[in-house]
């Protein structure tokens, strides 16, 4: 009943009876009290926003409907705009919110399984979910601007306790990028990566399957194991196929590919699987672990990943010792421009990542933490000629880059906030042999990155 989403206040109780079965059993009187939430509800808010640590500030509106068919089903709809302060080339004024983003997002979710096929055992412990959504987003980042529209359809159920679900059969993302930095894309030397940035549709279905013990009301050891699931292209790539569509000729790349609505699709699978450990050594103190490890195939039709697709490190909730997309890929080191440190916006094709981090009560509201973090990302083939780039069996563990640091959490209860003082302790991207820092080279600020976050890292 809770699922609904109908109530603030469910009471459930029990009440003997005089009455009995035909076979003598007592039977209970069975009361519910139920306080309902108003069916319709408009809300304002204000917020401060912290995305991989670049600050911000944000604003929403919000309407919702709690049972519009009559059915409990819930419809939501959302206006958002954002201002954002992003790091610019070292010669813009990176002081100011660069970064604006606008649009809105609807949704309609239903209280149960919408489908042609019955999978009654399936939902047997908890009233799944049908949810179908949509939105349009517009951003204007200091390198490029782009507006995403998106389509969703899919499933979220429970199959026991700690077991849940989410398919998403269809999920549409049709990505425009217009006014591109001129400095940013002179940048880019590497048309593989180039490519990356451009017009493209893509037309996914993915899977994750999520196992959490973690109760936040009790104090005791907890698992939490997320696998996902994608795949995007295919059905395009054989109805393309199969009406002997026209391929589009890049002489550039010296590829051909296919179109929808006048833009090339995306074709790609990928996977990723998370694991973390907490395990709490007594009431003031605990240790967790997690690990990542994810990877991502493009092929076919475009043969790169688009890349909101792509992975990166660095940042609040990654490597913190380095700044967000500043790390890697592999052994990689940015150019200079003028002399001057590019836009961080490094990303690819395979992430591994382990981090290990010592909680402890400090006073009040106060918190502490010890972390070391480990990882890096990687490309899947030659294709990126970026140096050092390419993940390699028998190399890439020598381009591991480690980072330690200590944190300060503030408790507030609803929210905890989050500050982490990043070190770096092995950089891939010096010299081989030296890339340890400690013993090699003299301190230096840059050695440090402080990230500011809202909740845990993991």
Known sequence: MN???????INIGFVETNSITSDSIPLLDCKMQLSPLPRKNFSVDVEGTNSSGNLGVAGNFNFQHRNVFRGAEVFDFQIRGARERQLAL??????????????????????????????????????????????????HRPDYTRSITNIKFGYNWKTSAYHFHTLNLIDLNYVILSNPDSVFINSIKNLYIKSSFTDHLISASNYTWMYNTQDVNKREDYKYFR????SAGNLLSLYSMLVNKKKTADTINNINYYEILKVRFAQYVKSDFEYRYGHMINKMSSVVG????????????????????????GGANGIRAWQVRSLGPGSYKPPLIDGKPTYPNQSSDIKLEANLE??????????????????????????????????????????????????????????????????????????AG???????????TDQLNLSFAIGYPF
């Open 90 to 139: 070292i010669n813009n004024n990176s002081k100011n919110f660069n970064t604006s983003e606008l649009g809105f997002e609807t949704s309609l979710t239903f209280p149960k399984f919408l489908s042609f096929i019955k999978w009654k055992k399936m939902f047997n412990f908890q009233i799944p979910e049908t949810k179908l959504s949509g939105g349009f987003n517009y951003q």
């Open 290 to 313: 997690r690990t990542f490890v994810g990877i991502g195939v493009p092929f076919g039709n475009f043969d790169v990943l688009p890349f909101e697709k792509k992975y990166f490190t």
């Open 358 to 431: 010592y909680r402890f009560k400090l006073f009040w509201l106060m918190e502490g933490a010890f972390f070391l973090d480990a990882g890096n990302i990687w490309a899947i083939n030659s294709r990126d000629n970026r140096e050092g780039a390419v993940f390699k069996v028998n190399e890439f563990y020598k381009q591991i880059a480690v980072g330690t640091g200590m944190g300060l959490r503030f408790d507030f209860t609803f929210f905890l906030f989050r500050l982490d003082l990043g070190m770096k302790m092995r950089d891939p991207s010096l010299e």
């Open 227 to 230: 696998v996902n699931l994608e």
């Open 3 to 9: 699922r609904l989403k109908q109530f603030k206040a």
């Open 434 to 444: 030296k890339r340890f820092i400690p013993g090699n080279y003299r301190f230096s």
